[in-house]
């Protein structure tokens, strides 16, 4: 997760900035306000990416290693909405004490990653190909994803035993529940680096760029994701990397609406064209066919021009295209024009 997408600002965004991206974004996302389901979700990352962005060393750290001291495993595609909880399974094992779950000290697999795409309607009408640039969490080259520097051990964290949690026990008239939350000391690694690596700072990973080939198949529709597996960040302490979503935009045309895989367009002829009829040369998708316009057609009528859309993005054959046919009727007339209207008025 990109903090500053999250907020819709840049990097170079001054303090003021960040503090009203957030408000109106806060305000908009409020789960008492918001009743999208997702809003809750929203709202818990415009928190956290306030926290890290408006705290200047947070922020500074943010920007050199993607993470923060307090954050081991931040960023990816969107946050959990359960406050300091993984997913339900953490939420019940918080109330219940449930034993199955034994904390985040293991390798974990990293947080996937989201890149929005934008392309033109061009683009889709047959799929095309895209290079993408953008940033991720990767291993540390230095100390191999361990955070450690080099001949330094990695200890077991005194305080819970290795395990990654701290379990509290308390007697209640319903009888004895126990509460586990995550090891404040070691943030549930269940280890501490004894020396930190100066390369990633202790983290394991360090942010990179890096540089994909996209194959964009015909027929995508804007919305659709395409999922790169082990594109995203790098998992903690070996886990497998997660995986990049892209998410495809189409760009609005100027010439033609498309739903579906049908494509929209209009064409203009003059009142005369349409009483006498016409043979028009029709601008589409991909250059331009003939389209044969009938003797008295009517303002607003719609023509097919077969298999002239979008290809179909599961199975064969490709969409249509309609052009819907406007009359120009001429706000003037000559003498000579009138006459000749009336002439006909009088002969209808």
């Known amino acids: 997760m990109d903090l500053y997408q999250v907020l819709g600002i840049d990097t170079s965004a001054t303090d003021s900035e960040i503090k009203r991206a957030y408000r109106k974004l806060a305000r908009q996302y409020h789960p008492d306000v918001n009743k999208d389901p997702n809003a809750q979700t929203k709202f818990n990352d415009l928190q956290k990416a306030y926290d890290v962005l408006s705290d200047s060393q947070k922020r500074a750290q943010y920007d050199q290693y993607g993470v923060t001291d307090d954050q081991p495993g931040s960023g990816g595609f969107g946050g959990s909405g359960f406050g300091g909880f993984g997913n339900m399974e953490d939420i019940f094992d918080s109330v219940f004490g449930g034993g199955g779950r034994r904390g985040n000290h293991g390798a974990t697999q990293g947080d996937s990653l989201r890149y929005d795409c934008t392309v ?121 990397p997660g995986d990049l979503y892209v998410v495809i935009q189409v760009r609005n045309h100027a010439k033609f609406d498309r739903e579906g895989d049908d494509l929209y367009s209009e064409e203009t002829i003059s009142i005369v064209e349409a009483l006498l009829g016409v043979q028009l040369d029709v601008k589409t998708i991909e250059g331009t066919a003939t389209l044969r316009i009938p003797e008295g057609t009517q303002p607003g009528t719609r023509f097919r021009l077969k298999s002239k859309g979008i290809k179909h993005l599961k199975g064969f054959g490709r969409g249509d295209q309609y052009v819907k046919v406007s009359v120009n009727i001429p706000k003037k007339l000559s003498k000579q024009q009138r006459e000749i209207i009336q002439s006909f008025q009088a002969a209808s």
């Open 120 to 240: 033109t309607l061009e683009d889709v009408v047959d799929g095309c190909s895209r290079t993408i640039e953008y940033d991720h969490l990767a291993f540390c080259k230095t100390c191999d994803g361990t955070g450690a520097k080099t001949g330094s051990s990695v200890a077991t964290c005194s305080r819970c035993q290795g395990t990654g949690e701290i379990r509290h026990v308390q007697q209640t008239m319903l009888g004895q529940f126990a509460q586990v939350s995550t090891c404040p000391e070691c943030q549930g690694e269940g280890k501490m680096i004894k020396e930190k690596c100066l390369g990633c700072k202790g983290h394991g990973v360090s942010k990179k760029k890096k540089s994909l080939d996209l194959n964009i198949p015909g027929g995508i529709s804007s919305g659709t994701k395409l999922r790169v597996d082990g594109g995203g960040n790098a998992g903690q302490r070996g886990g497998p």
